[in-house]
């Protein structure tokens, strides 16, 4: 039996705009392939099922056709490594425009700069510089 994990994020009518801001931002990542929802499906136009690749890892997402009583949490975030202070300074800054930081960016004792945020779209980052 083979098993793998992918992690799967799930928005409601915005995946599309979010893995285009993820291309935009992040080096390594680009949209596999996207499926959208047919005429008279639940939610016509929007994202069905994308694989993406971000920051080398695969990720599927959609655009969920409920509503839901929950969104993103920063229990499970992304976690990006970079070697200079300047990539991270360019991550935090096209990543973390528009949302909220939980950790701003700074030397909190276990690496050179650290910083941890939601983006706009509520999904979690850490980018530490190694």
């Known amino acids: 039996m083979s098993v793998s994990?992918?992690?799967f994020l799930m928005f409601e009518g915005r995946c599309e705009e979010a893995l285009a801001f993820y291309v935009a931002g992040v080096p390594g990542t680009r949209v596999e392939a996207i499926e959208h929802w047919g005429p008279g499906q639940p939610a016509e136009g929007k994202v069905r099922l994308a694989r993406a690749?971000?920051?080398?890892?695969a990720v599927f997402a959609n655009d969920s056709p409920v509503h839901h009583g929950?969104?993103?949490t920063p229990?499970?975030?992304f976690m990006l490594e970079v070697a200079d202070e300047a990539e991270l300074d360019r991550l935090v800054d096209a990543l973390g425009a528009g949302g909220p930081f939980?950790?701003?960016p700074g030397n909190y004792g276990f690496s050179r700069k650290f910083a941890w945020f939601n983006d706009r779209f509520g999904v979690s980052w850490q980018v530490n510089c190694v």
């Open 53 to 57: 690749t971000i920051a080398g890892m």
């Open 5 to 7: 994990a992918t992690p």
């Open 70 to 72: 929950f969104t993103f």
């Open 75 to 77: 229990s499970i975030s």
């Open 102 to 104: 939980l950790m701003p």
